[in-house]
């Protein structure tokens, strides 16, 4: 078109110049006409250069080759979706059955896919601080303390077989230890244990060190078996309404560890029984009540003193203030006690939960024979020990208060202002020891005949894993308190009053 | 003497209601074969009740023949197993010994009452015209088949392509192995068991060509517009023979051993064989076989004896670690 145009114009040009030339009719007209020429010409030539510049048209699609490209990119698209799913599904067939492995505040564990095998490594730490107020000049009873240093392993193997070692490296009786059983569970109604572990006596003896609300226990945990070695068949039944346990043991003394062999032949009988009548009851105010009764038998046979009860705080078997301090000892003036006969116990105990508030209460009869022996007058008497608490506790940040631990809602982490649980705790406690021990098998002027305690703290929560303690306990005696320089003289001759603290790590 | 022999059968009758147990039987089986055992199990159920009385509850599990041995090796508490092939049955037994060794004698025609082969399922038109395994291994032709090491229905596809290579390169074993792995070169996507392969191709409309069970082929067929896929039978296969046992320590332990064996050994009565058929399984018993004859294609076929020299042969050399297949995948990386 636009050649076209060139052209016109250039042949107008022409014919108007033509018209010019005929009317010159000279020989300039012919040149001037060779010129215009020339012009045309150059102008056809350029529309030709701008002709060949010019794209060629595109030429006709290949539906064919297109449809068969098209099937292959699907093909292939189909081949990987399908890839990556049978590829999820390898994954997920290798994680059902690729070992788990976790850490958190419950310790590290390593279990297989199924749990049928698993291994937990956890422990407890507690640093203790006692202070003791006007002791009667007692001296090296003010302490930094390792309570408590326990590395625990517990695990399952095969699904049913569940084991427990923990050793203890604190306290002042050197590493030995505590707690090592294997416990075939067939289910939850059904188990037996075997191995060393605490007696199914005491309430606050079967609660856990971990768990506990003042540093030390009560005075009537003094009368139940601590740990020991044995069989025991127990279980939930009921979906945990009522609870059962009943064991045959070596045997021990009030508040004695086992060592881990028997002193003699004969053994021991736990047993205990516990209800929670109303834990599933529609009522939650009713839920956490709960209420039994423990008890334990022992016929020794021989005579022996490790039968009688722990040497805590003293040279002799007796029993301990919860400064860990003797007040009261076998102690008769050039003769010696010896366990001989019959020893049982029975201890009535319940606890109530709800909400933030706890109540806690236990009383332990411990009925044991022995034997004056040495000097005259001999005898053999039995002598019937009591002790009874009571410990209340609340949650001043409302989380719950159970058996065992408070667990915080907001874990302590100043810099978002929150700061854990806090939790008040108060307790009285008292033990009295049978008056007719005295003179015979025990020094009336050393020993007391009686202790009362009241104590009270505070818990501070910061998290699962980490607590600090702090609390007051008085404790008065009734008896004793005459001279001597040791226990259970010069701890009876003035009250106790003894602050304690606890930092205490435990996962 | 009338009313004395009706009190007679209905006490008698009384007394086998009063005693009728529930009794629960796991079978384990391989892929395929989920229609045919909810068909044999009904008949079975049916069966047992009116012979014994008891009420009996047959629960499946399915999936590629290797994963379910290994499954029952590792505790899953199979009564019967019937799996693709007998290797596997072996492995259960050798590292088990949950039945014993000779677990194949105990019933007719080595513990299989009914064969299948390995045949071939194209799309509707054939458009990549398969005819035989050569066609497998062209360029360009994508070739469907399940993974070996965890399905049996893929070990037999995969010693029926290698058999298929040594009758026609006269038993040359090097160029048996090179007509192999170009097929396997082919295979985009190894599914684990049989029935997830004839899903992808079925289903999903991946690839050109499944190398399939034959019943599979033919419920595929069937189940399917027959128009959209076309089933091609090579020239040469090889005879599968699916095995079935009772598992010995599970049925002693369970108390099921009587109805466990009487579950298997229905497999081979009419009654059995007949559901066999209808699913597309060849059927052991002639009568049977000759009736539904016109069903299977006529198939030259070869036994894993003949070619191989048995399942505990082949599998040491082509399925175990490092075997054949495994050297095959690793050089197709």
């Keep these: 078109m636009k050649r076209y145009g060139i052209i016109l114009a250039g042949a107008l040009l022409a014919l108007r110049l033509g018209a010019s030339c005929a009317m010159a009719q000279d020989t300039n007209t012919l040149e001037l006409i060779k010129q215009l020429q020339h012009r045309i010409d150059e102008l056809e030539q350029k529309v030709k250069t701008l002709e060949g510049a010019k794209p060629p048209p595109p030429p006709a699609t290949n539906d064919a080759a297109e449809k068969q490209r098209l099937e292959q990119l699907d093909q292939q698209v189909k081949i990987l979706q399908h890839q990556r799913e049978l590829d999820d599904e390898a994954a997920q067939a290798r994680a059902s059955v690729a070992p788990k492995i976790s ?27 006692r202070t003791f107020f006007d002791d009667a000049g007692i001296t090296g009873n003010d302490s930094f303390l390792l309570r408590r240093a326990r590395p625990v392993l517990q695990g399952t193997v095969f699904r049913d077989f569940d084991f427990l070692f923990v050793p203890d490296f604190g306290g002042t009786g050197g590493a030995q230890i505590f707690d090592a059983y294997l416990n075939y569970r067939y289910n939850d109604a059904l188990q037996l244990q075997a191995g060393k572990f605490k007696g199914p006596v005491g309430l606050e003896q079967l609660q856990a060190d971990r768990d506990l609300l003042f540093n030390e226990r009560a005075l009537p945990t003094g009368l139940v078996p601590n740990r020991d070695i044995g069989f025991e068949l127990h279980g939930d039944l009921l979906g945990g309404v009522a609870t059962y346990a009943a064991g045959i043991f070596n045997g021990v003394g009030d508040a004695r560890l086992s060592n881990n062999a028997d002193f003699e032949d004969d053994k021991a009988f736990m047993g205990r029984l516990m209800f929670q009548p109303f834990k599933k009851s529609a009522a939650p105010a009713l839920q956490g009540f709960g209420f039994g009764v423990a008890g334990s038998f022992e016929d020794i046979q021989g005579t022996n003193t490790a039968a009688l009860p722990s040497t805590t705080g003293g040279s002799l078997p007796g029993y301990a203030t919860v400064g860990q301090q003797q007040f009261f000892a076998y102690n008769p003036t050039n003769a010696a006690v010896v366990a001989s006969g ?32 040495g000097t005259a007058p001999f005898d053999s008497r039995r002598l019937q020990n009591t002790g009874w608490e009571v410990t209340g506790s609340w949650v001043l940040t409302g989380e719950d208060a159970t058996y065992g631990s408070v667990i915080p809602r907001r874990n302590f982490d100043p810099r978002q202002h929150a700061w854990g649980a806090l939790q008040l705790v108060a307790r009285f406690s008292r033990l009295d020891i049978d008056h007719s021990v005295f003179p015979f098998f025990a020094d009336p002027a050393t020993s007391a005949r009686s202790a009362q305690e009241w104590s009270v ?32 003289a010069l701890v009876t001759r003035e009250a106790e009053n003894a602050l304690f603290t606890r930092v205490q790590l435990a996962f | 003497m009338k009313s004395f022999l009706t009190a007679l059968t209905v006490l008698a009758l009384s007394s086998v209601w009063t005693n009728a147990k529930e009794i629960t039987l796991l079978n384990v089986s391989y892929d395929p074969t989920r229609e045919l055992y909810q068909d044999v199990n009904a008949a079975f159920a049916k069966f047992w009740q009116a012979k014994t009385g008891d009420q009996l509850n047959i629960q499946q599990s399915h999936g590629g023949s290797g994963k379910q041995a290994r499954s029952v090796i590792d505790g899953l508490g199979a009564d019967v197993v019937t799996l693709a092939l007998a290797y596997d049955i072996d492995a259960i037994a050798e590292k ?3 039945l014993p060794p000779d677990w194949q004698k105990r019933l007719p025609d080595n513990s299989s009452p009914y064969t299948s082969t390995i045949v071939f399922l194209v799309r509707k038109g054939n458009p990549k015209g398969i ?14 088949t399940p993974n070996p090491k965890t399905s049996g229905g893929a070990r037999w596809n995969y010693l029926a392509a290698w058999g298929y290579g040594l009758k026609k390169f006269d038993r040359s074993e090097a160029k048996a192995l090179a007509f192999v792995a170009s097929l396997f070169k082919n295979v985009p996507i190894l599914d684990s068991g049989a029935r997830g392969a004839t899903t992808t191709f079925v289903q999903r409309g991946i690839g050109d060509v499944l190398i399939a069970w034959e019943n599979e082929a033919l419920l595929s067929l069937q189940e399917f517009a027959k128009g959209d896929f076309e089933l091609i039978a090579p020239s040469s296969s090889i005879l599968a023979e699916p095995p079935v046992a009772w598992v010995d320590k599970v049925v002693n332990r369970r108390g099921t051993s009587e109805v466990a064996e009487a579950y298997l050994r229905f497999l081979y009565t009419p009654e059995g064989q007949e559901l066999a058929a209808k699913h597309f399984y060849r059927p052991r018993l002639d009568s049977v076989a000759l009736k539904h004859a016109a069903t299977f294609p006529k198939i030259n076929l070869f036994t894993i004896d003949e070619l191989f020299g048995g399942w505990q042969k082949a599998q040491k050399t082509h399925f175990s670690e490092g075997g054949i297949f495994d050297q095959l995948q690793q050089a197709n990386r």
């Design chain 2, 131 to 144: 005819k035989d395994w050569d066609d497998l291994v062209k360029p360009g032709v994508s070739v469907i």
């Design chain 1, 457 to 488: 703290g505070l818990n501070w929560y910061l998290n699962r894993n980490v607590k600090v303690m702090t609390s007051f306990s008085h404790t008065t005696f009734q008896g004793g308190g005459g001279s001597g320089s040791s226990a259970p």
């Design chain 1, 103 to 129: 850490v958190g505040d419950q310790g590290f564990s390593f279990a297989s896919a199924n749990g049928n095998f698993g291994v937990q490594f956890k422990g407890v730490l507690q640093i203790d601080s």
């Design chain 1, 342 to 373: 019959e020893h049982w116990r029975v201890s009535p105990q319940g606890y109530y939960y709800f909400g933030p508030f706890g109540l806690l209460g236990e009383y332990v009869i411990s009925n044991q024979r022995v034997s004056r022996i």
């Design chain 2, 96 to 98: 088990s010994h949950l």
